[in-house]
């Protein structure tokens, strides 16, 4: 009978093994066949994207949507509608790479982002409502409490770029006139946002504005364009640590209320170090003319936000004031102006 015994007792093990291996295979198949099935175009765009719309009281959709959970997202032809037949946003592609393990340890770690021909339109009607409101209203804002943590956050944002982005402001008056403004080939591109770490910024852009208020108001536009480069480092709070490089916005046509406008330049330049400001300066320029120039320099601890600096006012023609104020309505300055320089101190 023992002998019996023993026989039987290795195959009944098998095949309880052999069970198990089955078990796990259909498991492990099942999780495979899932993945596929919720990361598959068909899914996001039939499940996940309706889901995402309702939730926003917005429509989002897509002509191809591609996602890896772990490690990257991708859309083409994205488009958002709220109000109205006109989207809110479209966008040719948006890509992003990143590490979701590492996110969910606590490291935002992103290898690149890259949004290409992204158009924002935001429509003010006469009454005051805006195919902003279904994504605004309705939802009670909680207050965030603070943290109690102090370990700042760890950021590790390689490549993010915006290319050829448009963004439009409409505001439509009950008379039939509209103020529009819009920032056109829009391109951004900053490079290693990171912790401790150097990294750069790079921007350009052309800006647009057309008013046409209800009387009395003036109508008026005018046309610009915007460029900017920045070299800076960062501490392990994420606070900057220096900052050089600069910013310089030229108009290139105005008229109407903005016609003063015209031929006028200005140029931001700064240059910050961890322990002080060596300099922060603002010129403005018409026509190849100095009309006015801003400076500010000093010891100025970054992480503190706590300084003492020197402003000078350098140049300032009573002209910058005139062309500040045409737009306004306001009267023209005639008294004379002089160089001023004060000291001041700052803290939070």
Do not use: C, W
């Not at 429509?123 to 939802?139: E, F, I, M, R, Y």
Request: net charge positive; aromatic share 4%; proline share 5%.
């Amino acid at each position: 009978m023992e002998a019996q015994k023993g026989s039987t007792q290795p195959p009944r093990k098998r095949r309880g093994l052999r069970i198990l291996g089955i078990v796990i295979i259909a498991i492990l198949l099942l999780l495979v066949a899932a993945y596929f099935v919720g990361t598959s175009q068909a899914f996001v765009k039939s499940v996940v994207l309706p889901k995402l719309s309702k939730s926003m009281n917005a429509q989002i959709t897509a002509d191809t949507a591609s996602i890896s959970p772990f490690s990257h997202v991708r859309f083409r032809n994205l488009k958002v509608v709220t109000t109205g037949s006109e989207p809110l946003m479209t966008a040719q592609e948006v890509n992003a790479r990143y590490s979701l393990m590492k996110i969910i340890g606590g490291n935002m770690v992103i290898h690149d982002v890259e949004i290409a021909s992204p158009t924002i339109n935001i429509v003010q009607n006469a009454d005051g409502t805006s195919n902003l409101d279904p994504l605004t209203k309705g939802k009670e804002k909680k207050k965030k409490e603070p943290s109690k943590s102090s370990k700042p956050s760890k950021v590790d944002v390689e490549k993010f770029v915006l290319s050829n982005a448009t963004l439009r402001r409409t505001k439509n008056y009950k008379d039939g006139g509209r103020d529009f403004a819009e920032v056109s080939n829009l391109n951004i591109t900053l490079q290693n946002l990171q912790n401790g770490q150097s990294g750069k910024l790079q921007m350009g852009a052309n800006m647009a504005v057309n008013n046409n208020p209800p009387a009395p108001g003036t109508n008026g536009t005018f046309q610009a364009k915007l460029n900017g480069n920045y070299d800076f480092a960062l501490k392990t709070d994420l606070m900057p640590s220096s900052v050089k490089g600069g910013t310089e916005l030229a108009l290139e046509k105005a008229d109407g209320s903005f016609a003063e406008l015209a031929g006028l330049s200005a140029n931001l330049a700064a240059d910050m170090s961890p322990t002080d400001i060596k300099e922060v300066a603002l010129r403005f320029q018409k026509s190849g003319k100095d009309l006015a120039q801003v400076r500010a320099s000093g010891p100025f601890d970054s992480s503190k936000l706590e300084g003492k600096l020197q402003l000078a006012i350098l140049s300032l023609d009573r002209q910058v004031l005139n062309l500040l104020g045409a737009s306004k309505g306001l009267q023209r300055v005639v008294l004379p102006l002089r160089q001023q320089q004060v000291s001041s101190v700052v803290g939070r």
